[in-house]
């Protein structure tokens, strides 16, 4: 009942982020990513690529894209964090915006090799929409940090 709980509270933050009213200079923080990154840091890598690949397949379904693109990036981001804890201490409560930082660079490669090979391409957005996000990330990872520490005690109850 937990585990369901959790979810649920997940796919509210899914839709929450997909709600046009919360953008901020026209790109929303992508709080599914951050935690992704935070339940990969602080679980496992394992579990976080079953995580990336169901929250990749809702993103997909919320955002009528290609299935499988937000699947693929999210994968990519929870295996990456692997190479990440290598790097940083994983305990700090900075090293997740610093991550999330470079994780939606990591993104945004990704979903501009996808748009080459399947659509049209506005290499403005490329430029500016990036940015943005990751700052917006990097700022909201700190807040979201608490947020998920909460919601990962419902879906892990017996480790954390």
Request: hydrophobic share 60%; charged share 10%; glycine share 4%.
């Given at each position: 009942?937990?585990?369901?709980?959790?979810?649920?509270?997940l796919?509210?933050?899914?839709?929450?982020?997909?709600?046009?009213?919360?953008?901020?200079?026209?790109?929303?923080?992508?709080?599914?990513?951050?935690?992704?990154?935070?339940?990969?840091?602080?679980?496992?890598?394992?579990?976080?690529?079953?995580?990336?690949?169901?929250?990749?397949?809702?993103?997909?379904?919320?955002?009528?894209?290609?299935?499988?693109?937000?699947?693929?990036?999210?994968?990519?981001?929870?295996?990456?964090?692997?190479?990440?804890?290598?790097?940083?201490?994983?305990?700090?409560i900075?090293?997740?915006?610093?991550?999330?930082?470079i994780?939606?660079?990591?993104?945004?490669?990704?979903?501009?090799?996808?748009?080459?090979?399947?659509?049209?391409?506005?290499?403005?957005?490329?430029?500016?929409?990036?940015?943005?996000?990751?700052?917006?990330?990097?700022?909201?990872?700190?807040?979201?940090?608490?947020?998920?520490?909460?919601?990962?005690?419902?879906?892990?109850?017996?480790s954390?």
């Amino acid at each position: 009942m937990r585990t369901i709980l959790g979810i649920i509270i997940l796919a509210l933050i899914g839709v929450i982020q997909s709600i046009p009213e919360f953008k901020i200079y026209g790109v929303l923080p992508d709080l599914l990513l951050i935690f992704i990154i935070f339940y990969s840091l602080k679980i496992s890598v394992a579990q976080g690529l079953i995580w990336a690949a169901f929250i990749g397949f809702f993103q997909d379904l919320l955002t009528s894209s290609n299935i499988g693109t937000h699947i693929f990036v999210n994968a990519t981001i929870a295996y990456s964090v692997e190479l990440y804890k290598k790097i940083f201490v994983s305990d700090l409560i900075p090293t997740l915006s610093i991550i999330s930082l470079i994780s939606t660079f990591v993104k945004y490669v990704i979903l501009f090799i996808e748009s080459l090979l399947f659509s049209n391409i506005s290499v403005s957005n490329w430029l500016v929409l990036p940015l943005i996000e990751a700052g917006l990330n990097f700022v909201f990872a700190f807040p979201m940090y608490f947020v998920y520490k909460w919601i990962t005690r419902f879906l892990v109850p017996e480790s954390y």
